[in-house]
């Protein structure tokens, strides 16, 4: 399996697990926190993602050759995460149009092998 697919999948999974929960919470929720739930909900996600970063040591930049520093890519791990499954379609798309456009950049006779 590819080493960033490898290096990315925690933190997709546990963006999908952490939209999971909060949808199951939300109903609960509704009836409570009706005009103050999405911010609520925004913000118990972002520390719930926080915390599943700093305890399993998830981080997105790093896999991509793109650390700054660590507490940066906490902080766009935890967003990321925070997100739920729109964030992982967002960086999909990212990877795809990354890799067409160094295709792009090969000859015709490297880019029919890619």
């Known amino acids: 399996m590819d080493t960033l697919a490898l290096a990315l ?10 939209q999971q929960l909060i949808e199951l919470a939300d109903p609960f929720l509704e ?18 993602a926080l915390a599943l970063c ?14 700054r520093s ?15 499954v729109k964030g992982f379609n967002d960086l999909l798309k990212w990877v795809g149009y990354s890799k067409e456009a160094r295709k792009a950049a090969l000859a015709p006779d490297q880019a029919q092998r890619v």
Do not use: C, Q
Request: charged share 10%; glycine share 8%.
């Open 70 to 84: 660590d507490a940066l890519d906490i902080l766009v791990t935890s967003l990321f995460i925070a997100g739920g």
């Open 31 to 48: 009836t409570w926190l009706k005009r103050y739930k999405k911010p609520i909900l925004s913000a118990v996600s972002l520390v719930l």
């Open 54 to 67: 700093l305890g399993f040591g998830f981080r997105m930049l790093t896999p991509l050759g793109m650390v």
């Open 9 to 18: 999948a925690p933190a997709v999974i546990a963006s999908i697990a952490l």
